[in-house]
């Protein structure tokens, strides 16, 4: 199976800009979860996207959004970019649980965003 | 605030040697628990996933689960330089939730 993948990998934007993100998860997962890495703060989560549906959500501003379409693949948009915005944002997604897979949750390689 | 603390490292095992990496939780709700390995520069790499009190070994890796202390271990045996990076505890609350709260990893280094 193929894994996680996540486009584009690299992407510089200067402050003010709005930026989306793209992420398919594994075949057959129809959960995708992202997450916002940075030295300071680490793998903190933003949300989670489940058959179309945003299940969670963590605490971020409402700058960051995201959505999922049909096909399990999800996009998250942040808008009016700032410094601070500048990070590594991972994708992640998980299948359906079984007996001793609760949870697992697939990382994707990344997109680096950088805001000058 | 749910917390997940490691010790941040760096930790200096010699090869061949056992490396422990440990991982305390706060939420005593908490349901699953996974190791993450993220080598530099690139994304986590699912390692081990542990959700009942025990043990649960896969090849030189070992979970460890204990959640009347709210405590989880990995042992790596046999290190080897390639397992040098950092590990990332990961919990996650109820059964069905995605969200992860991790912790801020542990830097290993594997010394020849």
Same mark, same amino acid.
């Given at each position: 199976?193929?894994?996680?993948?996540?486009?584009?990998?690299?992407?510089?934007?200067?402050?003010?800009?709005?930026?989306?993100?793209?992420?398919?998860?594994?075949?057959?997962?129809?959960?995708?979860?992202?997450?916002?890495?940075?030295?300071?703060?680490?793998?903190?989560?933003?949300?989670?996207?489940?058959?179309?549906?945003?299940?969670?959500?963590?605490?971020?501003?409402?700058?960051?959004?995201?959505?999922?379409?049909?096909?399990?693949?999800?996009?998250?948009?942040?808008?009016?970019?700032?410094?601070?915005?500048?990070?590594?944002?991972?994708?992640?997604?998980?299948?359906?649980?079984?007996?001793?897979?609760?949870?697992?949750?697939?990382?994707?390689?990344?997109?680096?965003?950088?805001?000058? | 605030?749910?917390?997940?603390? !490691?010790? #941040? @490292?760096?930790?200096?095992?010699?090869?061949?040697? $056992?490396? &422990?990496?440990?991982?305390?939780?706060?939420? =005593?709700?908490?349901?699953?628990?996974?190791?993450?390995? !993220?080598? #530099? @520069?690139?994304?986590?790499?699912?390692?081990?996933? $542990?959700? &009942?009190?025990?043990?649960?070994?896969?090849? =030189?890796?070992?979970?460890?689960?204990?959640?009347?202390? !709210?405590?989880?271990?990995?042992?790596?045996?046999?290190?080897?330089?390639?397992? &040098?990076?950092?590990?990332?505890?990961?919990?996650?609350?109820?059964?069905?939730?995605?969200?992860?709260?991790?912790?801020?990893?542990?830097?290993?280094?594997?010394?020849?």
């Amino acid at each position: 199976k193929a894994g996680v993948t996540q486009t584009p990998r690299y992407l510089i934007k200067t402050r003010g800009q709005q930026v989306t993100l793209s992420c398919s998860p594994i075949s057959g997962h129809r959960s995708v979860s992202w997450y916002q890495q940075t030295p300071g703060q680490g793998l903190q989560f933003l949300f989670e996207y489940f058959s179309e549906t945003q299940r969670n959500k963590g605490n971020f501003p409402g700058r960051f959004s995201g959505r999922q379409f049909s096909n399990s693949r999800s996009e998250m948009n942040v808008s009016t970019l700032e410094l601070g915005d500048s990070a590594l944002y991972l994708c992640a997604s998980s299948g359906e649980p079984g007996p001793h897979s609760y949870n697992e949750q697939f990382f994707g390689p990344g997109t680096r965003l950088t805001v000058l | 605030q749910k917390e997940v603390e !490691q010790n #941040s @490292g760096p930790l200096s095992v010699p090869e061949g040697a $056992i490396a &422990s990496l440990n991982c305390t939780y706060s939420d =005593r709700g908490s349901q699953s628990f996974f190791w993450y390995r !993220q080598y #530099s @520069g690139k994304s986590p790499e699912l390692i081990m996933s $542990i959700y &009942s009190n025990g043990d649960k070994e896969d090849g =030189r890796f070992t979970a460890q689960l204990n959640k009347a202390s !709210q405590y989880v271990s990995l042992l790596i045996r046999d290190s080897q330089p390639s397992d &040098s990076a950092t590990y990332l505890c990961a919990v996650n609350d109820l059964l069905g939730n995605e969200k992860l709260t991790f912790g801020t990893g542990t830097r290993l280094t594997i010394i020849p």
